[in-house]
Nanobody
């Protein structure tokens, strides 16, 4: 089974940008849908965006217009470009693969990787 590992987090000022990477241990083409999620301190984990193998993309309203999810099959990776970052985007970000776009949005399952920390602060 292909494992996905997140990277690219860091600290940035409000209004800044970061690009997160989700690298697959094997072919990303074997993963139908990849979702990005985040968990802020004291909050539940929430869905951010998903992209399917065929290129169908969905965003949560809170990031629409600021974040862009993309998929590079040649590099076996999925990216999350985050622009116009706000303090409320501060969270640990996770990526996770799945077999259903609907499930990636509403019920991604209980297992998670380490995530990558994003801090947006002046």
């Amino acid at each position: 089974q292909v494992q996905l590992v997140e990277s690219g987090g860091g600290s940035v000022q409000p209004g800044g940008s970061l690009r997160l990477s989700c690298a697959a241990s094997g072919s990303i083409l074997s993963v139908y849908v990849v979702g990005w999620y985040r968990q802020a301190p004291g909050n539940q984990r929430e869905w951010v965006a998903s992209i399917t193998r065929g290129g169908t993309i969905r965003y949560d309203d809170s990031v629409k217009g600021r974040f862009t999810i993309s998929r590079d099959n040649a590099k076996d990776a999925v990216y999350l470009q985050m622009n116009s970052l706000k303090a409320e985007d501060t969270a640990i970000y996770y990526c996770k693969g799945g077999d259903s776009l609907w499930e990636s949005i509403v019920e991604p399952g209980p297992t998670w990787g380490q995530g990558t920390q994003v801090i947006v602060s002046a």
